[in-house]
């Protein structure tokens, strides 16, 4: 499986973006399409995720401005990102574990990355 993501670019705050993950196919079985994040110095974070089973998973953060969701006809997740904020700039990675959603954020979970889509949020 490969994934590839796009949409990232350049905003100012309150505007925004929609990302999308293209899948060089969507497994069968459970598992769990996630949006990660990473910016300069820090660690990288979950953001959102699309389980097998519809379920949607966001970190606090972000919850009420993103939205995530599935094209099952499109092999593709979409990240809707609205009212950006400067402290959303980071490198976005799309990414799969064969696990449902939920419990943790842990990136070892995680076995397929796509190459990330760079977001920034100008003030």
């Known amino acids: 499986v490969q994934l590839v993501e796009s949409g990232g670019g350049s905003v100012q705050a309150g505007g925004s973006l929609r990302l999308s993950c293209v899948a060089s196919?969507?497994?069968?079985?459970?598992?769990?399409l996630s949006w990660f994040r990473q910016s300069l110095g820090k660690e990288r974070e979950g953001v959102a995720g699309f389980g097998s089973d519809g379920t949607t998973i966001y970190t606090n953060s972000v919850k009420g401005r993103f939205t995530i969701s599935k094209d099952n006809s499109k092999n593709t997740v979409y990240l809707q990102m609205n009212s950006l904020k400067p402290d959303d700039t980071a490198m976005y990675y799309c990414?799969?574990?064969?696990?449902?959603?939920?419990?943790?954020?842990?990136?070892?979970?995680?076995?397929?990355w796509g190459q990330g889509t760079q977001v920034t949020v100008s003030s």
């Open positions: 196919r969507l497994p069968d079985g459970r598992y769990c």
């Open positions: 990414a799969r574990r064969v696990v449902p959603c939920g419990g943790n954020w842990n990136t070892a979970d995680y076995t397929t």
